[in-house]
């Protein structure tokens, strides 16, 4: 699993050299968003490309304001399923298939089937390997509040890029009972050499499939945001965000048969692949109500729900068109970016140095690779006014869809410098260690004046 992951995130890396701009992906969030959650806190420059409405409430406090990243974010993390010793117990029954040359009983191969048969079903039901990068533009986003414009103006230019490996089950068929007196069933996965009725040697042809996707996605936003409506107590804000996507994957099938010549070798290849590419337009709408203690919103993200479309995975090498796997792969040619809907909250001091904070996605939505991710965080934050003495915030994450992992986030700002980390509280063993099922680490620099 080591070499598995070091390929891939070497892979990856690589990939993510030229790439200019760095999306705010479903499963990572930017800077320090990855504790405080998609929430309008008035503390970071990163507040400000949740809700379209956030940037105009900088005029509450400051006046005329500018807000830019000197490099606002830079993220790197992992995902793992619920299956230990995952890629470790693929490959153990792919070298089991290499090394055994003959058999000397029906019951052997009944025997091994089981275990293979055994293992692809638990694999496909809960196992998979996520790694992923991102980070803005430098300079981006950059937020320009100012009385002339009667509000804010946010631009942002940032990016994506990860990889995912699960398992298709196929289930090998083997008729026993003819094999065992010397007869091959046409229907079987399963081609036997007989020696009279004892069978010397047999061969799979059998759909099981590891599936590799790597994905890239750039993204362009620029909001508009400004007052709406004003009380002696509180503001409401509304706000408009359009944005420019570029989405650009890789899909590979893997049978299990080619897992035999090595898998490590087989990620690389399936990672090298060409890019396959579709843009799109999506706009967003916010609502934020900020008093001197507090802030609640909600964001409708992608409320047009843009769709991508990808050419078709090459199924060359697949025997049974009516077949699970088969049918699997053909149907995952495009991807839409459905609609969402965020909830907000935060307490606060009147310096806004003290916030306490929640979001809650209201429903899930799936990413380019089609895992569902509904987020609800919680966060208590410590803004410091001083140069020499830093920032500190901690808070959980949980997503209430899909894998339903949990995350205990923490985070530190000195100066213009910020950290965050989360990992997971679920465990699974790799390479038979016990580690978080996820973690994520994002560095920043941003600067307000």
């Known amino acids: 699993m080591k070499r598995l992951m070091t390929a891939t995130a070497l892979t990856i890396a690589a990939a993510l050299v030229p790439l200019l701009a760095q999306a705010t992906p479903l499963y990572h969030p930017p800077g320090s968003n990855l504790t405080y959650g998609a929430v309008s806190n008035g503390q970071s420059i990163m507040s400000d490309i949740t809700n379209p409405a956030a940037g105009a409430a900088v005029l509450q406090q400051n006046g005329n304001q500018y807000r830019f990243g000197i490099l606002s ?19 153990a029954e792919a070298q089991a298939f290499q090394n055994l040359q003959t058999v000397t009983s029906v019951a052997d191969i009944d025997a091994r089937l089981a275990s293979l048969n055994a293992l692809l079903v638990d694999v ?72 009279g009725a004892v069978p010397n040697g047999f061969t799979i042809d059998n759909d099981s499939t590891v599936l590799v996707k790597a994905a890239r996605t750039i993204e362009i936003a620029l909001g508009y945001s400004r007052p709406l409506l004003k009380t002696r107590e509180a503001t ?12 650009d994957t890789s899909r590979t099938g893997i049978r299990f048969s080619g897992l035999v010549d090595g898998t490590e070798q087989a990620f690389e290849d399936a990672l090298d692949s060409n890019l396959d590419s579709d843009t799109g337009l999506g706009m967003d709408v916010g609502v934020l109500w900020v008093s001197e203690h507090y802030r609640a919103g909600a964001t409708l993200t992608n409320i047009n729900e843009p769709e991508f479309k990808f050419s078709p995975i090459d199924l060359s090498d697949y025997s049974d068109p009516g077949g699970p796997v088969y049918q699997k792969l053909a149907a995952s ?55 020499w003495l830093p920032g500190v915030r901690a808070g959980l994450r949980k997503n209430l869809a899909g894998s339903e992992i949990n995350y205990y986030t923490l985070g530190m700002t000195l100066a213009v410098v910020n950290v965050d980390l989360a990992w997971s509280s679920d465990k699974v063993t790799i390479d038979g260690s016990s580690v978080s099922r996820g973690a994520m680490l994002n560095l920043g620099l941003e600067v307000s004046f």
């Open 124 to 195: 496909e039901a809960n196992g998979y390997a996520k790694v992923f990068f991102g980070g803005h533009l430098p300079v981006m986003p950059l937020v320009v509040a100012h009385k002339a414009l009667g509000g804010s103006l946010v631009l942002d230019v940032n990016g994506s890029i990860a990889a995912r490996a699960t398992a298709l089950n196929d289930p090998v068929d083997f008729n026993s009972a003819a094999a065992s007196v010397g007869i091959d069933d046409p229907t079987d996965d399963v081609t036997l050499t007989f020696a």
């Open 73 to 91: 974010s830079i993220g790197v993390g992992y995902e793992f399923g619920e299956v230990d010793n995952l890629y470790s117990r693929i490959d």
């Open 333 to 387: 040619n495009t991807y839409t970016m459905e609609k969402q809907l965020q909830l907000e909250a935060a307490l606060y001091t009147a310096s806004q140095n003290w916030v306490i904070s929640g979001g809650l996605d209201a429903n899930a939505v799936e990413d380019v690779f089609g895992d569902e991710y509904r987020w609800a965080t919680v966060s208590a934050a410590y803004a410091t006014d001083t140069w």
């Open 236 to 247: 409401l804000y509304g706000g408009l965000r359009g944005r420019y996507y570029k989405v």
